[in-house]
């Protein structure tokens, strides 16, 4: 039954009640400010945790449903528990009231219980000023342009709010407060460009965050144990984005290196921190072109670089120290907490430390005792029947072809011999599993090897031309090392699902019902698919603008700015100064407008403030509210007929001049206006 059926409901009344009743000022301001404040807290909902978020909604709307029905906000005796208790939240939850999650999630808690208490302009105040602190803390989360158009209109939304409450009397509409907002945000464009531009970049940050801010960031780690790497696979967040200066390689030979893990326990593949450095060149002898590649790595709090698989030598990195060891995994000094940008030089055909003596060998040899018998047993019988290594590893492929071994992102669990249950049992694995099992394989068989980790594949970014590698391209693959020739790439993944390797893991993934139709709908061959497509690859490459120009404005992109100016000689200082010489330029440039379009007072009026003011220096102030005649009448009770017949002559003349029919011209009456305040005394 539709509203309007309901008995005694009239939409047109129900208009007309609200038109004929609009909502009192004092609770139309205070909706106002919610709504800025819950604008303030939306980038924040999807990394509270879910108690948190009920707990400031709910604060919110208690204060929303207060202000509707006009109930008193709560005493002091019933607020305070409630913000102890859920202080007592945040410590069980986080452990501490410190760092980045618990600080942020605290100050959002304490913002809504300060809206349940706001008695005075004060409070007005501090609650919109905390608001604009913590909108500066959803930058911890994200900086794309999406985060930074949200907080626009969340600084707008504070900006209206705040007009609203300062209003006295008559309040403007809505829109005209918000169009005041917009004209305090425009004016403050330039004074933003010119710090954006000229502030100085300082190497470092100028104050240190806390200790948790660069947690939480998605990535390959160090070790690998089963599904590490299929969790990432469900991540589509950008993990680099590549600029080849040639053509680019096929998909199939995408191999981005990352970590070599040469140590097993028995279940967890771990990276060796004894790793040498690069002895020399002649470890690694290509045999192709070389590949270069411009490479721009998001933060993932690690100290792990990625480039094409084989890398020469270690990058150039802006301020911090890098280095490549004899495993050829390139990294950086200090862990990456943010985006940078490198080269790095790659050979697609090589050779790789092939002249390694035994006791070189001999870590990528060992395995845990007492662990998958039946994969070692099997291991033996394949050395009993094959002596050739190259031929060994190509039977293992062709045992993972002809069986029933499956590529799935939900492996059934493994017990303590996972490799013997992997191979002889379940058969269902991710990229770890099958790297993992083929390693072990090899080892057993006596033939080095070791698992390595980093992404396969890659999309071209038609708009752009970047290549963008994102967090589901992470793979495991495997070396051996061959008498003769060295450390060689195998993926026993491409034996089993092929697929994963030529195209990209969606391709390998059957889905069912709904995100079966999704798939379908978003397939290469609808149109409804490449427009989804296109877009994301505009907005794609609109951020990846973004970072470059915006976010990875440094130093070093500062001081060429100022060369191209033909600044070619400045340090810090100079560039201080022209900040601030450039800052109060445009701060005066933008004050004048308003000094020249200050009220124009008229000649009569200025000699009739002159009379006023003389005769205020000798006790005899005009009110605020008191006309000439009024103020004449009261004057004339007041001060002897000598003096008031002059200052009688003078108000009647200023007041036929201003509210009269004066025949006369303006400047006669100035004339003789003056020739009357001078009589005055």
Known sequence: MKPSNLPGFSLSGWQRHWKNRPLARDKADTLLLLTACLLVLLPHLAVFAWWVNAGS????????????????????????????????????????????????????????????????????????????????????????????????????????AQLSFQYTGAVPSLWKRIKLGLTILGMA??????????????????????GDANAGRSGLSDSMSPGNISKLALSEEIAFRVKLSGATPAKSELYWRGIVLNRYDGRTWSHEDDAKPAASTSDLI?????????????????????????????????????????????NSAQPINNRIRYQANSHGQYRLQSTLTAQALLPSLRLPASY????????????????????????????????????????????????????????????????????????????????????????????????????????????????????????????????????????????RGLAGLVNLAMSNDSWFGSAIRSANMRWSALNNSW???VLN??????????????????????????????SATVMSL?????????????????????????????????????????YGQRLRTSLPDTQYAPIHRFLSAYSAAK??????????????LKILLAQCR
């Open 286 to 330: 290509s045999n192709g072109d070389v590949l270069r590649q411009e490479i721009i790595l998001e933060p993932s709090g690690q100290t792990w670089l990625f480039a094409l698989d084989m890398p020469d030598a270690a990058p150039q990195l802006e301020g911090m120290l890098s280095g490549i060891n004899s495993q050829r995994e390139m």
């Open 659 to 672: 509210y009269g029919k004066n025949v006369q011209s303006e400047a006669s009456t100035v004339k003789h």
């Open 57 to 160: 909604l709910s604060l919110m709307l208690w204060r929303g449903w207060l202000t509707f029905s006009g109930r008193r906000l709560p005493r002091a005796w019933v607020l305070i528990p409630v913000a102890l208790t859920l202080m007592a939240g945040i410590y069980l939850t986080y452990h501490t009231f410190l760092g980045r999650e618990a600080g942020v999630a605290m100050l959002a808690l304490l913002l809504s219980c300060k809206l349940l208490e706001m008695h005075a302009k004060r409070d007005l105040y501090i609650v919109i000023f905390l608001s604009f602190f913590l909108l500066l803390t959803s930058f911890f989360y994200s900086q794309s342009i999406a985060s930074a158009a949200l907080a626009l209109l969340a600084v707008l939304a504070l900006l209206t």
């Open 372 to 511: 998958n018998p039946q994969t070692l047993r099997y291991a033996a019988k394949l050395r009993q029947g094959i002596s050739d290594e190259r031929q060994i590893v190509n039977e293992v492929l062709q045992f993972f072809r002809r069986e029933n071994f499956s590529y799935t992102l939900e492996p059934p669990l493994l017990g303590v011999n996972g490799i013997d249950d992997f191979l002889f049992g379940s058969r269902a694995g991710f990229c770890e599993h099958y790297a993992s099992a083929f390693v072990v394989l090899m080892r057993a068989s006596g033939i080095p090897a070791r698992v390595v980790t980093g992404y396969q594949g890659g999309a071209i970014n038609n708009v752009d031309g970047y290549l963008e590698i994102r967090q589901s391209d992470a793979h495991a693959w495997a070396e051996v090392w061959l008498s003769g020739i060295g450390w060689l790439r195998v993926d026993p993944t491409a034996a089993v699902a092929p697929e994963r390797i030529q195209k990209n893991l969606g391709s390998t993934q059957n889905s």
């Open 590 to 630: 933008l004050a004048l407008p308003f000094m020249l379009n200050r009220p124009q007072i008229s000649a009569l009026d200025r000699l009739y403030l002159s009379l006023c003011q003389k005769l205020a220096n000798q006790g005899y102030p005009r009110q605020a509210h008191e006309a000439p005649y009024s």
């Open 553 to 582: 404005y440094n130093q070093a992109r500062q001081f060429d700015l100022m060369r191209t100016l033909g600044l070619s000689e400045f340090d810090w200082a100079q560039l201080s100064l022209i900040f601030f010489l450039l």
């Open 547 to 549: 970072n470059l120009w």
């Open 189 to 210: 464009i330039p004074l933003t460009l010119i710090a954006f531009f000229l502030f100085p970049r300082i190497q470092g940050p100028l104050w240190g965050l806390p």
